[in-house]
T-cell receptor, first 112, second 113 residues
Framework: DSGVTQTPKHLITATGQRVTLRCSPRSGDLSVYWYQQSLDQGLQFLIQ???????AKGNILERFSAQQFPDLHSELNLSSLELGDSALYFCASSVDVGEKLFFGSGTQLSVL | GQQLNQSPQSMFIQEGEDVSMNCTSSSIFNTWLWYKQDPGEGPVLLIA?????ELTSNGRLTAQFGITRKDSFLNISASIPSDVGIYFCAGQRYGGSQGNLIFGKGTKLSVKP
């Protein structure tokens, strides 16, 4: 158990819908990262937050947004969902920027 | 964007054999990490390397940070069935505000008992 908690574990929804994925980092970790894993693209970095502030942005679509709350948990919002958004979404946390990342078990999103 | 070339893509080996996989990049990284992912789970950190030339072991696993800082390898000795999974290398380059990892596409390891 990495100490990073992600909910829900599975999510099935329809195209055009909006979903929210939730992540609680390890106790004491200030930095949260979101990754998307699909079969053909591997693990793709989406976005990073540090102590509530956006720190780095990767290949995140405009339809996607995230935030980190004062209690350090984070949410990834995916809207106007398309079939191609079906993937595993991982949250990871680290003590500080540049430190080792610890991953949650992921949310499997299926867009039908 | 930055790319990591990880090879081989997959390996089928007999239990007891040694395994070697590597990652190369056109960019320099400050940190190299190796992760293992089991089905339905998130990647789990195996080894972290912080200095060029560094050789680090974790049980039957040994990894090295290349001298040029553009490559790394992972060796698994005397493989066992529970070594099955996908192994990812990841490079981290920080400075400024960047702290994210760039992942290789993974090496899928199958071990035949």
């Amino acid at each position: 158990d990495s100490g990073v908690t992600q909910t829900p574990k599975h999510l099935i929804t329809a195209t055009g819908q909006r979903v929210t994925l939730r992540c609680s980092p390890r106790s004491g970790d200030l930095s949260v990262y979101w990754y998307q894993q699909s079969l053909d693209q591997g693990l793709q970095f989406l976005i990073q937050y540090y102590n509530g502030e956006e720190r780095a942005k990767g290949n995140i679509l405009e339809r996607f947004s995230a935030q980190q709350f004062p209690d350090l948990h984070s949410e990834l919002n995916l809207s106007s969902l398309e079939l191609g958004d079906s993937a595993l979404y991982f949250c990871a946390s680290s003590v500080d920027v540049g430190e080792k990342l610890f991953f949650g078990s992921g949310t499997q999103l299926s867009v039908l | 964007g930055q790319q990591l070339n990880q090879s081989p893509q997959s390996m089928f080996i007999q239990e007891g054999e040694d395994v070697s996989m590597n990652c190369t990049s056109s960019s320099i990284f400050n940190t190299w990490l190796w992760y293992k992912q089991d089905p339905g789970e998130g990647p789990v950190l195996l080894i972290a390397l912080y200095k060029a030339g560094e050789l680090t072991s974790n049980g039957r696993l040994t990894a090295q940070f290349g001298i040029t800082r553009k490559d790394s390898f992972l060796n698994i000795s005397a493989s066992i069935p529970s070594d099955v999974g996908i192994y990812f290398c990841a490079g981290q380059r920080y400075g400024g505000s960047q702290g994210n990892l760039i992942f290789g596409k993974g090496t899928k390891l199958s071990v035949k008992p």
